[in-house]
């Protein structure tokens, strides 16, 4: 997001102000890991996929410790990893879930959650699509340098809240309701790379990069928050 941020987090230890913890999307993604996992175990195909006649089921490897290390975002939040020999990375990414088509392509996929007014059904709809792509992206690129044939299309299982019950006089708690769709991404892989190579100049260099900077009505601000913050603490 900011590279002048990032040379500091990567050459320093400079740590980022925490973003607010989310418990009710980190409770909807536990359900649908969950849900994932009961299907794992029968062999079975997830409504939503059947709901929008697609053949994905999820991924059963042979070692399903393997899986839940690649979902591990409680304990070493480190998830799927590769050895980038170019710079002697270790990259890493925490997929959500991993499901397999009928040739045996593996497809990634993320679960949201949020509560909007309309229907989540295409990529137009989604918020903050382009880092959501992004991250997909990132997982598909990392599993195929891994080895695995991938398709091209990843998922997002979207949970949209509705806005209909009310807690009633009788009731001691009410029940949320959500909409579930699926909302497919077409992944461009072609980013990746050069964007490594960036990375790796970035951290080579020996001065830090510059603070960016915007007009808005007339005044000087950052381009990054985090920049902003640290200059005037």
Partial sequence: QCPRCFYFIMKYGLRRIPSFNLPLNNLVDACCKNDMDYCRQHDVMHPVFQENNIELKPYIPEDMHQVRLWRDDMKTYIGATYLYEKYNWLLCGIVDDIMVNDD?????????STSKIDNINSFEDVSFSAGL??????????????GYSVDNTAYLIYYNAVRDRHLQPDEHFSLMRFRRSLVPIDCNLEWIEPTLDAIYNCLESPTPPKEEFYEDKKKTRYKCDQCAYKNMY
Wanted: avoid cysteine; charge should be neutral; glycine fraction near 4%.
């Fill in 104 to 112: 045996g392509d593996l497809v990634i996929v993320d679960f949201k």
């Fill in 133 to 146: 792509k992004v991250q997909l992206e990132w997982y598909n690129w990392l599993f195929l340098q891994k």
